[in-house]
């Protein structure tokens, strides 16, 4: 988990958040509990299916597909962890980052690096240089590989670091230094005897991934998960939403993120799916992709939704895409407005869930199309206030905790809680921010939410905020997601954010950021009404920006709070 040790007491509270009440983390979910073991013995039950289907954006806008197989797969990437191996001499342990986007060869680098039982460490090209430098630093990285786009920054960042340049789908050219994808490959042709035997002595509990947290100030976290974190979520994502040998999911989500990794390359991995990749997310061609391919899942976070609500809906309904069951939407701010927009045009059922890195990917979801009476799902989704996310997955347990660490009542607002296999097992060499997770032998996740009994006995729970993102006016707390609610049903908007900026009076006070529809004439004036109607007083937006767009993460995360400088001409006025 970290290269510092840790006192005898946090790691005692590391253990307990990984266990259930009723089964230790060492009582696994799946065996073989390692994802290498687990390809491999895939690649050998399916060799001729398809695994991975992968379509790029070439020259002038031509469109690339590539189709690999099981065997075809899997005999590359027993060629590659070879040429990790004998060529730059890496070993069970060592961690590699990569700076590459969505790309069957980054697929093929990452599962190869865990053949060897190698940590990956995924950059997000996205960011400025002086984050990528520290995660490299931080993470104590003994290789890079890299896309020959992104060779050189990466390279500079990396301070000698071996790199090798990865040809990609856009022309470009490795930097002086770097090795070459292609050699490694040709250098390593693996026997039938190594192709045939399964990967031995890997550690279910070693290190896969770190992934870097995302968030807005202060240097990043990096989240450790283990082989076996890997295997348990992607079980339990598989179970819930009946993904079965040969059932396609179609990845739209950036790669370097658990929501696109997981949810969408190991899960498939793990039952034996076919995986349908995209270098990006296009709204024209969405649905008919997953017409085209047959997919029967995809994830999504909200932002998409909100895209193919502007930009997707004439001529695509359920008959369009008859094999599609549902989409999975999370990692984001899921408002009742945008879910019951997307599922009234589109006729399509939105599988809302939530979870976090530090879970893996997904703890708890609503349940899908089939499992419950439509009904039903539309009270979960539309009836409380906010959308509900569901239950928790069988290899977790959640709670709403106080601030004491005990658990409150049904209705009660808290912090929400979760522990089980599918949570890491800490964060690199951060000991403050892992005593600060792990203070009650849960995993704290830093955001507000409550619980309501099901009719099927389970509680279903409820995200209403960020902590880091509550309003505090006049020292009473308000719920940005609650305002975000009103906010979104004004007629004319396309979309509105409740934002708290800083105010001499109440300390911070209530502001309305909005992107109005096309053609819409509405006016600020029109909107305080509205929010005023169907909000307290103190919880009402008092002023609203216009803009054209949300500021988002490449996960798509709204970055609810660098809005706040552009309420910075009203820290002084005194409202009515």
Same mark, same amino acid.
């Given at each position: 988990m970290?290269?510092?040790?840790?006192?005898?007491?946090?790691?005692?509270?590391?253990?307990?958040?990984r266990?259930l009440?009723?089964?230790?983390?060492?009582t #696994?979910?799946? &065996?073989?509990?390692?994802?290498?073991?687990?390809f491999?013995r895939?690649?050998h039950?399916?060799?001729?299916?398809?695994?991975?289907?992968y379509y790029? %954006?070439?020259?002038?806008?031509?469109?690339?597909?590539?189709?690999?197989?099981y #065997?075809?797969?899997?005999?590359?990437?027993?060629?590659l962890?070879?040429a990790m191996?004998d060529?730059?001499g890496?070993r069970?342990g %060592?961690?590699?980052?990569?700076?590459?986007?969505?790309?069957?060869?980054?697929?093929?680098?990452?599962?190869?690096?865990?053949?060897?039982g190698l940590?990956?460490?995924?950059?997000?090209?996205? =960011?400025?240089?002086? #984050?990528?430098?520290?995660?490299?630093?931080?993470?104590r990285?003994?290789?890079?590989?890299?896309?020959?786009?992104?060779?050189?920054?990466?390279?500079?960042?990396?301070?000698?670091i071996?790199?090798?340049?990865?040809?990609?789908?856009?022309?470009?050219?490795?930097?002086?230094?770097?090795?070459?994808?292609?050699?490694l490959?040709a250098?390593?042709?693996?026997?039938?005897?190594?192709?045939?035997?399964a990967?031995r002595?890997?550690?279910?509990? +070693?290190?896969?991934?770190i992934?870097y947290?995302?968030?807005?100030?202060?240097?990043?976290?990096?989240?450790?998960?283990?082989?076996y974190?890997?295997?348990a979520?992607?079980?339990?994502?598989?179970?819930? $939403?009946?993904?079965?040998?040969?059932?396609?999911?179609?990845?739209v989500?950036?790669?370097?993120?658990?929501?696109?990794?997981?949810?969408t $390359?190991?899960?498939?991995?793990?039952?034996?799916?076919?995986?349908?990749?995209?270098?990006?997310?296009?709204?024209?061609?969405?649905?008919?992709?997953?017409?085209?391919?047959?997919?029967?899942?995809?994830? @999504?976070?909200?932002?998409?939704?909100?895209?193919?609500?502007?930009?997707?809906?004439?001529g695509?309904?359920?008959?369009? @895409?008859?094999?599609?069951?549902?989409?999975?939407?999370?990692?984001?701010?899921?408002?009742? %407005?945008?879910?019951?927009?997307?599922e009234?045009?589109?006729?399509?059922?939105?599988?809302?869930?939530?979870?976090?890195?530090?879970?893996t990917?997904?703890?708890?979801f609503v349940?899908i199309?089939?499992?419950?009476p439509?009904?039903?799902?539309?009270?979960?989704?539309?009836?409380?206030?906010?959308?509900?996310?569901?239950?928790?997955?069988?290899t977790?347990?959640?709670?709403?905790?106080?601030?004491?660490?005990?658990?409150?009542?049904?209705?009660?607002?808290?912090?929400?809680a979760?522990?089980?296999?599918?949570?890491?097992?800490?964060?690199?060499?951060n000991?403050?921010?892992?005593?600060?997770?792990?203070?009650?032998?849960?995993?704290?996740?830093?955001?507000?939410?409550?619980?309501?009994?099901?009719?099927?006995?389970?509680?279903?729970?409820?995200?209403?905020?960020r902590?880091?993102?509550?309003?505090?006016?006049?020292?009473v707390?308000?719920?940005?997601?609650?305002?975000?609610? @009103?906010?979104?049903?004004?007629?004319?908007?396309? +979309?509105?954010?409740?934002?708290?900026?800083?105010?001499?009076?109440?300390? &911070? &006070?209530?502001?309305?950021?909005?992107?109005?529809?096309?053609?819409?004439k509405?006016?600020?004036? =029109?909107?305080?009404?509205?929010c005023?109607?169907?909000? +307290?007083?103190?919880?009402?937006?008092?002023?609203v920006?216009?803009?054209?767009?949300?500021p988002?993460?490449?996960?798509?995360?709204?970055?609810?709070?660098?809005?706040?400088?552009?309420?910075?001409?009203?820290k002084?006025? #005194?409202?009515k």
């Amino acid at each position: 988990m970290s290269d510092e040790t840790l006192p005898s007491e946090l790691l005692a509270k590391l253990a307990a958040a990984r266990d259930l009440s009723a089964r230790p983390h060492a009582t #696994r979910f799946v &065996e073989p509990a390692t994802f290498a073991e687990t390809f491999h013995r895939q690649a050998h039950a399916r060799p001729d299916q398809p695994f991975l289907i992968y379509y790029g %954006d070439g020259a002038g806008g031509a469109e690339i597909r590539r189709e690999h197989t099981y #065997r075809d797969f899997h005999g590359q990437v027993v060629r590659l962890a070879k040429a990790m191996r004998d060529t730059l001499g890496l070993r069970p342990g %060592d961690r590699l980052v990569t700076a590459m986007h969505n790309h069957d060869r980054t697929i093929l680098a990452t599962f190869a690096a865990w053949r060897l039982g190698l940590t990956v460490v995924p950059l997000n090209m996205g =960011e400025d240089d002086k #984050r990528l430098g520290y995660v490299i630093e931080h993470s104590r990285a003994k290789a890079l590989f890299a896309l020959e786009e992104y060779a050189e920054r990466a390279g500079a960042l990396a301070k000698g670091i071996p790199g090798v340049a990865v040809e990609g789908d856009a022309p470009a050219k490795a930097p002086a230094g770097f090795a070459r994808f292609e050699d490694l490959l040709a250098k390593a042709k693996a026997a039938d005897a190594e192709l045939a035997a399964a990967p031995r002595g890997l550690d279910p509990d +070693a290190e896969a991934l770190i992934v870097y947290t995302s968030g807005t100030t202060g240097v990043p976290k990096g989240v450790v998960l283990t082989q076996y974190n890997l295997l348990a979520d992607a079980h339990a994502i598989s179970n819930w $939403h009946d993904l079965t040998p040969g059932k396609r999911m179609m990845c739209v989500l950036p790669i370097h993120h658990v929501n696109g990794l997981i949810v969408t $390359h190991v899960t498939p991995a793990y039952y034996g799916g076919t995986v349908v990749l995209n270098r990006k997310f296009h709204t024209t061609k969405f649905f008919p992709r997953i017409a085209k391919e047959g997919v029967h899942v995809v994830s @999504v976070v909200p932002t998409l939704l909100q895209f193919l609500c502007d930009g997707a809906r004439e001529g695509y309904s359920r008959a369009s @895409v008859p094999t599609l069951s549902h989409i999975i939407c999370g990692a984001g701010p899921l408002t009742v %407005d945008l879910g019951a927009r997307f599922e009234d045009a589109f006729e399509i059922e939105v599988c809302h869930g939530y979870g976090l890195s530090e879970s893996t990917c997904y703890s708890c979801f609503v349940p899908i199309p089939g499992k419950r009476p439509a009904a039903e799902h539309k009270g979960w989704m539309r009836d409380h206030g906010y959308p509900s996310i569901g239950a928790p997955v069988a290899t977790n347990e959640m709670a709403i905790h106080d601030d004491d660490g005990k658990p409150l009542p049904a209705g009660a607002k808290g912090e929400i809680a979760i522990r089980g296999h599918n949570i890491m097992s800490g964060y690199a060499n951060n000991r403050t921010a892992n005593e600060n997770a792990f203070t009650h032998g849960w995993f704290r996740s830093g955001d507000e939410g409550f619980w309501l009994q099901g009719a099927d006995g389970r509680p279903y729970f409820f995200i209403s905020g960020r902590f880091k993102e509550l309003i505090i006016r006049g020292g009473v707390k308000i719920s940005p997601l609650e305002v975000d609610e @009103v906010i979104n049903t004004v007629p004319g908007l396309k +979309a509105g954010m409740a934002v708290g900026f800083e105010h001499t009076v109440y300390g &911070e &006070e209530v502001g309305a950021y909005v992107v109005k529809a096309e053609g819409s004439k509405v006016t600020e004036e =029109e909107i305080l009404v509205h929010c005023r109607a169907k909000l +307290a007083a103190h919880a009402a937006p008092k002023v609203v920006v216009f803009g054209e767009s949300f500021p988002v993460t490449s996960t798509g995360k709204y970055q609810r709070n660098q809005l706040k400088p552009l309420f910075a001409p009203w820290k002084e006025t #005194r409202f009515k």
